[in-house]
């Protein structure tokens, strides 16, 4: 085992135990108390390992600094999130094997990953992958950045830039962590590299993220006495409301740049208000705006067909991270890119991220970033799985580009 991977495992196997899900809904920063305890615990001991210093507990997340070395005057962040995604639990049991063509799941033997399930796969027969056991998360997503940070600021040894570090609560449900302190923190940066990619690939471009509440509603009234009221049957508005999202703008039906809809959350109230939340996701603001008049121009019209009153509340949750990136942090994509190519790495993923990132709304406010991979696939499932060469060629090249860009 190279001194690398074996560190980059040393760190991750340790964090991919310690739940950090976070909670939907939750008033409080973080959601889940297990990420300050994950702080102050792990992360604060494997950030004085890798060389960190004045290591900081912060509104955000955990801080840290690699101060640079004498005549080296730039500075880069680096930052990925601890918390793990809503959708199973966090609480896991890593295993580390040797890929076969199939990986099995001790916890669910109804689920396994192979070259159908995803074919990336069937170039890596004989490759390193960490999974879980199939009851959990892995929490790659994005536990994997913050193991690739710290190996890449423990190999830095002599003229390099100052790096400052960010580990952040709460990306899953809303890149809660982006504070007015975070973006304090990165300010002195002339570039910052968020480690929330999947497999090989440098991005720089994120989804533009919506949220949409539609509710209808009508008076109400005890159903016995219903009849010839002003009492309206809301629930088959809604009902009507949802089967008109476009079959090739749902996520099961597109890909790459295009655009989705995608209903996250139903609620009644009672029988007379009942809403949906969804989430609306482009590129471009030419098709979210797209996706805006479908969402209200249907709600009303399914509003109309049953006489009921509609409400349609649409707020921003991000912009798309390309829009903000400066002239420098383009120079910088470049030779990440350059480096990339040069490295013989194959991109498998597009250049941009089907998501929102942390780094989508520091982009926004003044920061430049860009997304490098991290090795880890399958987001959000039970099959989530890491590949230990690719987390390994991430922090390779990371260290590289720290070398090349900012020394003397």
């Known amino acids: 085992m190279t001194e690398v991977k074996k560190q980059i495992l040393d760190y991750f196997l340790p964090l991919a135990r310690v739940d950090t899900q976070s909670v ?15 702080c102050n615990g792990l992360l ?29 005057d730039k500075s880069v962040g680096l930052f990925a999130h601890m918390d793990t995604a809503p959708t199973y639990s966090g609480l896991c049991n890593p295993r580390v094997v040797t890929y076969d063509g199939c990986v099995k799941y001790p916890e669910d033997d109804s689920i396994e990953i192979n070259d159908q399930t995803n074919p990336e796969l069937a170039d890596l027969h004989g490759e390193e992958l960490v999974v879980s056991s199939g009851d959990s998360l892995l929490g790659a997503d994005n536990k994997a950045g913050i193991a690739i940070i710290l190996a890449v600021c423990k190999s830095m040894k002599d003229d390099h830039p100052e790096i400052r ?44 993220g919506k ?38 703008k749902l996520c099961m039906t ?18 007379t208000k009942v809403s949906a939340t969804l989430i609306l996701r482009a590129f471009t603001r030419e098709d979210m705006a797209g996706l805006e008049e ?14 009921c009153d509609v409400s349609v509340s649409i707020v921003k949750q991000y912009d798309n991270m390309g829009f903000s990136l400066t002239d420098d942090a383009k120079l910088y994509r470049d030779i990440l890119m350059d480096l990339f190519n040069e490295s013989g790495l194959k991109l498998m993923e597009s250049t941009g991220i089907r998501g929102g990132l942390d780094a989508s709304i520091l982009a926004e406010k003044g920061i430049p970033c860009v997304n490098v991979f991290t090795g880890a696939a399958n987001f959000h499932a039970l099959t989530e799985f890491l590949v230990v060469s690719f987390a390994v060629a991430s922090h390779d090249l990371m260290v590289k580009f720290l070398y090349t860009s900012f020394s003397k």
């Open 165 to 208: 570090v960010a580990f952040t609560f709460d990306e899953e449900i809303g890149c809660c962590g982006v504070t007015d302190d975070l973006y304090k923190f990165f300010q002195p940066c002339d570039i910052c590299l968020n480690l929330d990619g999947g497999l090989p690939s440098i991005q720089d471009q994120t989804f533009i």
């Open 44 to 72: 604060t001991n494997f950030m004085t390992d890798a060389g960190l210093v004045d290591i900081t507990l912060q509104d955000f997340g955990i801080s840290g600094v690699l101060p640079g070395s004498e005549g080296v």
């Open 254 to 271: 597109t890909k790459d740049k295009e655009p989705y809809i995608l209903c996250t959350d139903l609620k009644s109230e009672h029988i």
């Open 294 to 307: 479908h969402v209200q121009t249907t709600a009303r019209e399914c509003a109309a067909e049953v006489d």
């Open 24 to 38: 939907e809904g939750s008033k409080t920063l973080p959601s889940n108390p297990n990420e300050t305890v994950l």
């Open 211 to 248: 949220r949409a509440v539609v509710e209808f509603s009508s008076p109400s009234i005890h159903p016995g006495e219903a009849y010839q009221s002003d009492m309206r049957n809301t629930p088959a508005a809604l009902g009507r409301f949802l089967t008109m999202f476009p079959s090739d």
